[in-house]
């Protein structure tokens, strides 16, 4: 038996045998496909009116970049976009101070330190770049950058499919935001990203609603007044 004949076998196998049963499990799972894309029909148009790019996003105190993995210890390509982004609004003093956010659960893999190198090497001062090395998702992100940094108002730097569930989940921890939304090329990464938000949304929908802690709390840190007090007191660079 070809593998075709086998495939059409075991669907018939699982499907009801009468044309009532068929229709109702069309119906069925027309309905949980509808469920499963509420949370993100409803992120989206929450934050769309606040996603913005580069050139007309308002001017906030800070930047906050959302990290997106390292390829030999360096940022990938979408987060080097992020990061390209985040020194661009700085030399157009749309911010003035930059905290990035990401993943340094091993001594190894050093995700915000990467970060805080690319910015520097592209005309960031390092005293206004603020480093959480607990950022292991975008709700910790967001919730540490209000009760451990204490960020009130800020622009969030992501990809165009992230950048509205970040703004929602920023929103819901307290900050009060814009977003710049890249754009990039539709390639399997992509894809990947816009299929995993969809996912990410229940997710999302529950810190939303009901706030939990991050991974990691640990006491207040001051780096972001400090960036901000060196902009305020001394010449920009």
């Given amino acids: 038996m070809g593998m075709r004949s086998r495939i059409r076998r075991g669907i018939r196998a699982v499907l009801p045998r009468t044309r009532r049963g068929r229709r ?78 990401g993943d340094n659960g091993r001594v190894d893999y050093n995700e915000p330190g990467a970060m805080r190198t690319y910015l520097v090497r592209h005309g960031v001062p390092s005293d206004r770049v ?23 108002r800020a622009i969030l730097i992501s990809q165009a499919f992230h950048i509205r569930r970040a703004l929602d989940l920023c929103q819901a921890a307290g900050i009060s935001a814009y977003g710049v939304g890249l754009a990039e090329t539709h390639d399997a990464t992509w894809y990947y990203g816009g299929v995993r938000e969809v996912a990410a949304a229940s997710k999302a929908a529950y810190n939303v609603l009901l706030h939990p802690d991050p991974s990691l709390l640990g006491p207040k840190d001051h780096g972001v007044t400090e960036a901000l007090r060196a902009a305020n007191t001394g010449a920009r660079r």
């Fill in 130 to 152: 603020v480093l959480d090395y607990a950022g292991f998702d975008t709700w910790d992100s967001c919730a540490r950058a209000k009760r451990i940094f204490g960020v009130d």
């Fill in 24 to 101: 109702r499990t069309v119906q069925l799972t027309a309905a949980a496909c509808t469920l499963a894309l509420l949370p993100a029909t409803w992120m989206y148009a929450q934050a769309a009116p606040r996603v913005r790019d580069v050139a007309d996003v308002p001017a906030a105190p800070v930047a906050v970049v959302f990290g997106a993995g390292l390829v030999n210890g360096t940022p990938s390509p979408y987060l080097a976009h992020r990061l390209a982004a985040a020194a661009q609004l700085y030399r157009a003093h749309k911010v003035n101070a930059l905290l990035v956010t």
